[in-house]
């Protein structure tokens, strides 16, 4: 996602068991994205990976509205 077209997202983190799912929403579109990962990995690393997620899948349906 290029800057220009940044805009927020809310990232939900809970625990559940041994893991962590964390949920990444685009407060713009709604679109969302969730991951599953191991807390040990810490939270800066899962916040990254749910944000990278959420990028994949926004431009999937970009994509798919292109087409």
């Known amino acids: 996602m290029d800057k220009k077209e940044s805009h927020g997202s809310i990232i939900e983190m809970v625990t559940i068991g041994r893991y962590v799912k964390v949920t990444a929403v685009d407060t713009r579109t709604g679109i969302e994205a969730s991951i599953v990962g191991d807390p040990r990995r ?6 990254k990976a749910g944000l990278l997620k959420l990028e994949y899948v926004m431009k999937k349906k970009a994509e798919e509205n292109v087409c």
């Open 42 to 47: 810490g939270d800066r690393a899962l916040r």
